[in-house]
């Protein structure tokens, strides 16, 4: 299961992957535009029979994208969530989907990146929040945004659902459903996908965990995304973590 990306996204490697055993060759639709994706899978096959597999957005918030690619936070900083869309700097920007607007709280705490930046909503209004950095650190465009506690997102970004009709119009078989929470989110996927897609469901959130065999039944694999669910869980929990759900879905 080899991720193709722009360093790797040529005729010698997708032609030595093929050679040594590739059996999916993964895009991030995360890291995709929507207007180069038929682009992108007409590129894949014109080197390799090896199947496309589109992985999908999915249930998770992200940060917009910075004027200069990253920003660095310092503790005690205050940032700004302004509701309406602004390009993003050090001290404003914006979070994906649009709507976590709606749902961030007084009090929250919110965990950005992997270098563990960390702040905390200490005001909300109707056209902006403010966050207190807590840890600073560096921000990217385009990372993940863990808030401390349960928020309800839709399956699918907007985006998932019209790459998964570019794909289907282009017969790819195989998808990945990110941050699959629900058994639902399973038959959402499959209705944009089609009935014989091949479904593979990452584990990678607490939901995903809870509700491991509903979401196994319905998928055709599982995938244990560890980095993601090191968010959610300590890091020394995640072999046993892996171990737990490798034998729970192997017994449906």
């Known amino acids: 299961f080899c991720t193709l990306g722009p360093a790797s996204m040529n005729k010698e490697v997708i032609t030595r992957l093929t050679e040594l055993g590739a059996s999916l060759f993964r895009i991030n639709l995360s890291h995709t535009r929507l207007e180069d994706l038929a682009d992108v899978i007409e590129l894949i096959r014109s080197y390799t029979n090896v199947p496309v597999c589109l992985d999908t957005e999915g249930a998770q918030v992200r940060t917009s994208t910075f004027v200069d690619g990253k920003i660095s936070v310092k503790e005690n900083e205050i940032l700004v969530i302004p509701r309406k869309q602004v390009r993003g700097t050090a001290k404003s920007f914006n979070l994906y989907p649009s709507k976590v607007f709606e749902d961030l709280d007084l009090g929250d705490f919110i965990s950005i990146d992997f270098n563990a930046v960390l702040v905390r909503v200490i005001e909300c209004r109707e056209d902006v929040i403010r966050l207190r950095v807590l840890h600073g650190g560096e921000i990217g465009s385009n990372k993940a945004v863990t808030v401390e506690r349960s928020i309800v997102l839709p399956a699918l970004t907007e985006k998932d659902i019209l790459a998964l009709k570019i794909g289907r119009s282009m017969h790819i078989k195989h998808v990945a459903l990110s941050f699959a929470n629900f058994a639902s989110d399973v038959k959402e996927i499959r209705s944009h996908a089609g009935a014989d897609a091949l479904v593979i469901s990452k584990i990678e959130c607490r939901?995903?965990?809870?509700?491991?065999?509903?979401?196994?039944?319905?998928?055709?694999?599982?995938?244990?995304?560890?980095?993601?669910?090191?968010?959610?869980?300590?890091v020394e929990h995640i072999p046993a973590l892996q171990k737990q759900i490798t034998v729970r879905s192997k017994a449906m």
Do not use: C, H, M
Not at 221 to 231: K, N, P, T, V
């Open 207 to 234: 939901n995903g965990v809870q509700n491991l065999e509903k979401i196994a039944a319905l998928s055709d694999a599982i995938l244990i995304d560890r980095g993601d669910l090191s968010r959610e869980f300590p």
